[in-house]
């Protein structure tokens, strides 16, 4: 099992990115899938998160800018990433439980860099 994330870069303050993560491999089922993002000498922190049922929860530094989604069918997740501020400027990190072989696991995905420049 694997998760890949993509479409990190560079933007400037105002604009837009869209992140995206499939997972992959042996998979029974996804409970949640979310990001996180993390800055050098601080602690990983939630970003956003959806569960298979679609429910949402966002950290209060992204509300209103930010709009996690997900299709369960092709096992990916969103983030729309709108109205971008330079601290916003982060590793951003897909993550996901997920249920395989009759175990539930944690995945992280690599790391795709997003840098909003001022």
């Known amino acids: 099992v694997q998760l890949q994330a993509s479409g990190g870069g560079l933007v400037q303050a105002g604009g837009s990115l869209r992140l995206s993560c499939v997972a992959s491999g042996r998979i029974s089922s996804i409970p949640a899938m979310g990001w996180f993002r993390q800055t050098p000498g601080s602690q990983r922190e939630l970003v956003a998160r959806i569960t298979s049922g679609e429910s949402t929860d966002y950290a209060d530094s992204v509300k209103g800018r930010f709009t996690i989604s997900r299709d369960n069918a092709k096992k990916t997740v969103y983030l729309q990433m709108d109205s971008l501020k330079p601290e916003d400027t982060a590793v951003y990190y897909c993550?996901?439980?997920?249920?395989?072989?009759?175990?539930?696991?944690?995945?992280w995905g690599k790391g795709t860099q997003v840098t909003v420049s001022s």
């Open positions: 993550h996901a439980p997920i249920t395989t072989s009759g175990f539930i696991i944690e995945y």
